[in-house]
């Protein structure tokens, strides 16, 4: 353990190691207020032991974490260093992203490349959080309280050396005591950080699948797994530069809670795949029914088949839509009564505030059952007042 700056062990937190412990299935032999020992989970694998000290203030504290680190680095096959990093951090699930190609030579890319990924990531994140909550195909905007609070309690981890390599570390909270299963399903007891980053692994896991395998339409009815017009755009606008490029995705699980059975392996996907994931991203976006949607606008255009006071007529209201760029046009067939409160409202350039579904029909957009149909009073600004 030479290698190991002495700072470093120093800085280890014994509940940290503690968890680390119990998440990987290391039973507690016999504990006394300063030091505890705990034997490994499989007996048949060897008769090692570990001891803990829970008081810092022990002369050889770095020491002896030196030799704990030691041993459950031989015992999970895996670098002394490794072991180390990750004790050093927060118990958390962990997003890896590694680019390899020829653009960022020794890691270093430019700043706004930089932003670019860093941006990408943050969005794909927010779209797993809001499949995890509630499977939709396309999400208008990307706003629910809990999510948001999640992407706040998320850090970026150090970058490694070679190629260019991110990482996201979604932090989870301690387990006390044993979790209730659900009908006997480990996953239902998942706190929902564990839920976001197990939704974002399934989802990714499927992308590539499908990709590979020539089956790209099948993106488009995925949303159960995650897959949203969101989190393919987000992956899109992760796509590295030059064609022979590539981003490997990976996921390491945070050491207090087991893996998700079946968890997949690292994720390599190639440059060519970026231009599918945003050509399936707006087309989930273009196709996909949102229902709820509360629409502002003016009135442009109005059109009744019969100028009869009891026929419904069809409207066009001029509006901006979050996810989309510019103004949009949209239509809407409305009662008769809501049709006189429209010809009124374009009469006054008033404008309007009505409630429905959103939908493509071939080339137009409508708003489809629209219900709480509405003039808006004149704004503070003095809309609809022409004096100065």
Known sequence: MSAIELSALQALAPVDVQQHLQGHGWRLDRSRADVARYLPPDDARGTVAVELLMDKSFADFSRRMAELVDALAAWEKRSPKEVLDEL??????????????????????????????????????????????????????????????????????????GSHVTQVH????????????????????????????????AALSDINDLVKQGRRGELLRRCEHGVSSNLLASLADLCPVGASSSLEISMSWARTRPPPPGAPGPKVLDAGFFPVFRAA????????????????????????????????????????????????????????????????????AARVRVIGTLVRRGRFLMLEHPAGFEILPPSALGDGDDSH
Do not use: N
Request: aromatic share 4%; with cysteine; proline share 9%.
């Open 281 to 348: 991203a707006e087309q989930l976006r273009e196709t996909s029914p949102l229902s709820g949607m509360e629409v502002e606008g003016h009135v442009s255009a109005l059109r009744q088949d019969r100028k009869d006071l009891l026929v419904e007529g069809e409207i066009v209201v001029v509006t901006e839509l979050e996810d989309r760029p510019g103004l949009s046009k949209l239509r809407i067939v409305l009662a008769p009564d809501d049709f006189r409160k429209a010809t009124e409202a374009h009469e006054q």
């Open 170 to 201: 979604v932090p989870l909270p301690p387990v006390v005591g044993e979790p209730s299963l659900a009908g006997g399903d480990p996953a239902a007891s998942d706190p929902y950080p564990r839920r976001v980053t197990r939704v974002l692994a």
């Open 88 to 161: 050093l951090v927060p118990p958390a699930d962990i997003i890896r992203f590694r680019y390899l190609s020829t653009w960022d030579q020794a890691g270093f890319i430019g700043i706004d490349e930089s932003l670019r990924i860093r941006t990408a990531q943050r969005q794909m994140l927010l779209a797993a959080a809001h499949s995890a909550l509630a499977a939709r195909p396309h999400y208008p905007r990307l706003g629910r309280p809990e999510a948001t609070a999640l992407l706040a309690q998320c850090i970026e981890g150090p970058t490694a050396r």
